[in-house]
């Protein structure tokens, strides 16, 4: 598809690349950190983490990265969601979805068949890198006026309560 403006269509979840949901970025500058599998889970940030001797100084979090393939009612293509439409989606930081899968087998596949077949009416723009070659997401907006996000009905799946 051809999106030289940004373009909202309505459109069906067909399935969620379940492997790969997140990824870390330093908590400070927001830059993408390389999982690093000998210093623990992820290398410092380059340019935020100035002093050697404190490895700690600069903290990680992680960002909502999923990509997925919806359907209009003429096309199927694959798009990419970043944190802040993920949300919608997820109902929860990156973080909390993390620690949550962590706890609780299946998480990930679960997230897939919960959100798949979901219709969302959502914007979507070109790659703002060049080099990219997926649609983003800019905002997403579920259709369905029961729709719950994943983790209300992951915690209900999993009889979990939810931290107040
Ligand atoms: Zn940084």
Do not use: W
Request: charged share 20%; glycine share 4%.
């Amino acid at each position: 598809m051809e999106v030289d403006k940004p373009a909202t269509l309505v459109c069906t979840v067909l399935a969620i690349n379940s492997t790969d949901l997140c990824y870390r970025v330093c908590s400070i500058c927001e830059r993408t950190l390389a999982d690093n599998p000998i210093n623990g889970p992820s290398s410092p940030c380059k340019f935020c983490n100035f002093n050697a001797f404190n490895p700690g100084s600069s903290g990680s979090k992680r960002l909502f990265r999923v990509l997925m393939s919806i359907a209009t009612d003429t096309k199927v293509f694959t798009v990419i969601c970043f944190d802040r439409a993920a949300r919608v989606l997820f109902g929860c930081s990156a973080d909390e979805f993390f620690d949550f899968a962590k706890l609780h087998p299946f998480v990930a596949d679960n997230v897939g068949k919960i959100l798949e077949g979901e219709m969302f009416r959502m914007t979507l723009a070109k790659p703002k890198n060049g080099n990219a070659q997926h649609l983003r997401v800019v905002s997403v907006f579920p259709l369905r006026s029961v729709f719950q996000p994943a983790i209300e009905t992951l915690r209900e799946l999993y009889n979990v309560r939810a931290e107040s």
